[in-house]
């Protein structure tokens, strides 16, 4: 079944329930297409955040073996390199373990692609409302609240600063605790970490407001089963600083 099947079904089904049909049965069934595909991929992201939290783990285990090697090989960064993937090697260690995770991630790009194309060509609902939006196939670039300025009216402009908000708390929840005897790739890893902390919210918020408004929904949708499920796996929010 395809994705666009599964939504034309779903939104067959909750037009002819009155109440869903007021709060918007076309976004009720993007909501619940969400979480169904959400529910299929869960396998896989559980297998992410376990692998990068266990990645994570090993590497600190052996932060004071490689804190005694940078003192060894100090002014010869090959061979303390060297030394360093020698040592992560007799502990069974990746120390790109973490980027494994990124699998998921991409398994994601197709289905977002579908859902594009759904969502800008979709015919099957006669009315596309969802809440106070007047339609979630519009594209929110094309409601501007000043004409030439590129800034959507208020009710175009929610989804997409949901979209980079629950983007930017799902990757804080990811980030780490600091390391007082991180090593040096751990320490270039939480760097790119925080520099995609902002990037990634900018880039979705961005993408949100270029595409159908739907998509940005999705994305939302998303976010949050995510961050459940990273609660439940890694524990709840890193503050700032941490």
Known sequence: MTIKTGLSLLYNTFVTVPVLQAIGAYGVSIIVLTIVIKLILAPLYQWQLSLSRKSMQEQRKLAPEVAKLKKKYKGDPQKL????????REHGVNPLGGLAGCFPA???????TALYWVFYTFKGAADTHFLFIPSLNDLPNHHL??????VPTVVYLVIPLLAAASTWIQARMMQQPANPLATEQELQ??????SMQVMMPLMIAYF?????????????????????QQYLVNGGWRPPGS
Do not use: D, H, R
């Not at 991409?106 to 977002?112: A, E, F, K, T, Y």
């Not at 609240?145 to 590129?150: A, D, F, R, Y």
């Open 81 to 88: 390199n060297a030394a360093t993937m020698e040592l992560y």
């Open 189 to 194: 890893t939480q760097q790119m970490t925080k």
């Open 208 to 228: 949100a407001v270029i595409t159908p408004a739907g998509l940005g929904l999705y994305w939302f949708i998303s976010n949050c089963v995510a961050i459940i």
């Open 106 to 112: 991409v398994i994601q790009i197709p289905i977002l």
């Open 145 to 150: 609240l000043i004409p030439g300025v590129p």
